[in-house]
T-cell receptor
Framework: RKEVEQDPGPFNVPEGATVAFNCTYS??????FFWYRQDCRKEPKLLMS???SGNEDGRFTAQLNRASQYISLLIRDSKLSDSATYLC????????????FGSGTRLLVRP | EAGVTQFPSHSVIEKGQTVTLRCDPI?????LYWYRRVMGKEIKFLLH????????ESGMPNNRFLAERTGGTYSTLKVQPAELEDSGVYFC??????????????FGQGTRLTVV
């Protein structure tokens, strides 16, 4: 079983739509949680950290449920420029600070 | 300010040859990481340097891979001899140190390695 599981998609949505991605992680020792965005043939870039209380950044809302080991990302009013792969990433509480990546969910926003 | 830079951007080598990838982290970042994405798989951790010391190399696939970080600045990842399954995109990332566990890791654009 993968440490971080994501639906690979693709999610194909029209501009203006609301879309939600989900992610589960297997290691209860995971300490930090993130959503990264990766454009085709580019490097991953941090989109937002995810906190237990939930957090919002403009059109993006992230939620964390530690009991269910579940992370979500909600994108409202989708833009064409949101088309990318969204990576769910966790970090275990150890000295190495290494990131554990999901395979990513691909989003296509169409005009 | 320059971000994380990696060289080369692409490399095509024959099986059995040696390749050395280079990463220049953001100036002042103590933490340097190597990750790899092989075709169809998720990005996976290879190893972590804190300054010049290897903090965690649990993700290194085998002893054909050797990473160094001279003087705690740039890092190299050498693959010798390369095998077909080593093909993939190798990412380097860096982050601030000083015990700040959750500081953002910035990624380089990666080196796309193809072994033929």
């Amino acid at each position: 079983r993968k440490e971080v599981e994501q639906d690979p998609g693709p999610f194909n949505v029209p501009e203006g739509a609301t879309v939600a991605f989900n992610c589960t992680y297997s290691n209860s020792a995971s300490q930090s949680f993130f959503w990264y965005r990766q454009d085709c043939r580019k490097e991953p870039k941090l989109l937002m950290s995810v906190y237990s209380s939930g957090n919002e950044d403009g059109r993006f809302t992230a939620q964390l449920n530690r009991a269910s080991q579940y992370i979500s990302l909600l994108i409202r009013d989708s833009k064409l420029s949101d088309s990318a792969t969204y990576l769910c990433v966790v970090n275990k509480r150890d000295s190495s600070y290494k990131l554990i990546f999901g395979s990513g969910t691909r989003l296509l926003v169409r005009p | 300010e320059a971000g994380v830079t990696q060289f080369p951007s692409h490399s095509v080598i024959e099986k059995g040859q040696t390749v050395t990838l280079r990463c220049d982290p953001i100036s002042g970042h103590d933490n340097l990481y190597w990750y790899r994405r092989v075709m169809g798989k998720e990005i996976k951790f290879l190893l972590h340097f804190v300054k010049e010391s290897k903090q965690d190399e649990s993700g290194m696939p085998n002893n054909r891979f050797l990473a160094e970080r001279t003087g705690g600045t740039y890092s190299t990842l050498k693959v010798q001899p390369a095998e077909l399954e080593d093909s993939g995109v190798y990412f380097c990332a860096s982050s601030l140190g000083q015990g700040k566990m959750n500081t953002e890791a910035f990624f380089g654009q990666g080196t796309r390695l193809t072994v033929v």
